[in-house]
């Protein structure tokens, strides 16, 4: 349900003038959601709707759809011609005092300068440049989009704990059947595990887009490996393997809880495997210890900065070529959200770590012969209370030790 209250409030928080949502053909979902059209299908010709900090919002909509945002509050024009749709588009922008004429040219938009974040930029270069041409200069709508898309409730964060709950337990229960068919001298192989997990789901009432990596040796050192017929092969004695997993309550607004661990098959872990894993847990734990500490301290923090304290211990032990993505994804009711991302290498990460936000922590050494990640959720409360989900490894688990 779209909260006006709740929009303009935030444009206030954000120093914002204003927040151009617009739409062509389905292309922006973020604004699609925002104005509780997803699941619609989308129409054909462009539509805007403008929200000013205060007053009333403003619908453009083209004659043959001019129904499209009637369940929205403000006021409403109707566009034939092309002419009529720059006409009436600056027509909005500037009414009241805004743009041009009094200077107040802040507006929120599904941009992103440089296309610096492409989680961001839905709107097309054209767009940005005709609205620029009425004296108001687009800024990144990214924290306002994580206050309607990214923030949870007190109900998701308990779904979260309750998912995680059984997604912590499909991991003994993959290394259970693991280790019982190495002691039967038959090693499973990896799409065993993987329908075990999936069995585990559905007996725990979770649900997931896409099945669990269960990478075994060289396969781990691939972040995002998938086995496949002409890929599985058989665990044995001795291997190294990677459980990456990620599932949600099979619920309405339910939100994920994503997952990875390590282990090796045997009774005990060799040193290149331990010494690797030391890193990753070091970094691993680098950024949580900064999330925690900063805001403590009333620190606010963007997604790039929790990125590098993990990348720093990484390359400070010579492994950073190694880490090959990003620390940590926006976790919601999809695995990869639409939150800030903790990201200083794939985008220059600038959303802010906002209260009720969750997402991953997990850095990643990826070798030829293996690869190391550890990952954990951490969600932050709306009292800047940091919560960590899932289990911080300390180890390298040696499974035929571990489970008995």
Not at 371 to 387: C, I
Request: with cysteine; aromatic share 10%.
């Amino acid at each position: 349900m779209f909260d006006l209250a709740a929009v303009q409030a935030a444009l206030r928080d954000f120093d914002l003038d204003g927040w151009l949502l617009a739409d062509f053909r389905g292309s922006n979902v973020l604004a699609r959601r925002i104005v509780d059209l997803e699941g619609k299908v989308p129409t054909s010709r462009r539509w805007f709707y403008f929200v000013p900090r205060e007053g009333e919002p403003a619908k453009l909509v083209h004659r043959i759809e001019a129904g499209v945002l009637d369940h929205l509050p403000g006021s409403k024009r109707i566009y034939l011609r092309w002419q009529e749709l720059e006409a009436g588009l600056a027509a909005i922008l500037t009414a009241n005092g805004r743009g041009r004429s009094s200077g107040a040219r802040r507006l929120a938009m599904e941009y992103s300068p440089r296309n610096a974040n492409p989680y961001v930029s839905k709107l097309d270069a054209g767009t940005v440049e005709l609205v620029r041409g009425f004296g108001v200069e687009p800024v990144s709508s990214g924290d306002l989009i994580q206050l309607f898309e990214a923030v949870w409730d007190d109900e998701q964060w308990q779904m979260h704990l309750e998912a995680s709950k059984h997604t912590t337990a499909a991991f003994d229960r993959a290394y259970a059947f693991i280790a019982e068919r190495l002691r039967r001298g038959h090693g499973p192989r990896e799409s065993d595990v993987v329908h075990v997990i999936l069995d585990h789901f559905r007996e725990h009432g979770l649900t997931t887009y896409h099945p669990p990596i269960v990478a075994v040796g060289p396969h781990s050192g691939d972040p995002h490996y998938e086995t496949t017929p002409a890929t599985d092969v058989v665990l044995k004695e001795g291997d190294f393997v990677l459980i990456d997993l990620w599932a949600k309550l099979d619920r309405p607004r339910a939100v994920y809880s994503d997952y990875t661990q390590v282990a090796y098959l045997g009774y005990e872990v060799p040193e290149e495997y331990e010494r690797v894993f030391r890193v990753v847990a070091q970094a691993r734990d680098a950024a949580i210890a900064f999330v925690c500490e900063s805001f403590a301290a009333g620190r606010p923090i963007q997604g790039w900065q929790v990125d590098q304290a993990a990348r720093d211990v990484i390359e400070r032990a010579g492994f950073g070529e190694y880490f090959c993505h990003r620390t940590g994804h926006s976790i919601g009711q999809e695995t990869h959200g639409n939150g800030a991302n903790m990201d200083n290498l794939e985008t220059h990460e600038t959303r802010r770590v906002l209260p009720r936000t969750c997402f991953s922590i997990e850095p990643g050494i990826y070798l030829p012969q293996f690869g190391v990640r550890s990952e954990v959720n951490v969600f932050v409360a709306a009292d800047g209370q940091v919560h960590v989900t899932g289990t911080l490894q300390d180890r390298v688990w040696p499974l035929l030790a571990f489970v008995k």
